[in-house]
């Protein structure tokens, strides 16, 4: 299973990316755990027991 964490301090941000990241999944049928931090500081702290495989950073 594709690990995947999206990062941004914006929640529409984090809530469109979330949206578009599962879709993708869902077309390619690729199974995933997507997460979603408002932090980076969360994000690290969540990395000792979540692993991601592709991080998301949103930026305008």
């Known amino acids: 299973?594709?690990?995947i964490a999206i990062c941004d301090d914006k929640k529409e941000d984090?809530?469109?990316?979330y949206q578009y990241v599962q879709q993708f999944c869902q077309e390619?049928?690729?199974q995933a755990e997507i997460k979603v931090f408002e932090h980076p500081d969360a994000l690290i702290c969540a990395c000792e027991k979540f692993r991601p495989h592709i991080?998301?950073?949103t930026n305008k």
Not at 14 to 17: A, F, G, L, S, T
């Open 28 to 30: 390619s049928m690729c």
């Open 14 to 17: 984090r809530d469109r990316m």
């Open 1 to 3: 299973m594709l690990k």
């Open 55 to 57: 991080y998301i950073r």
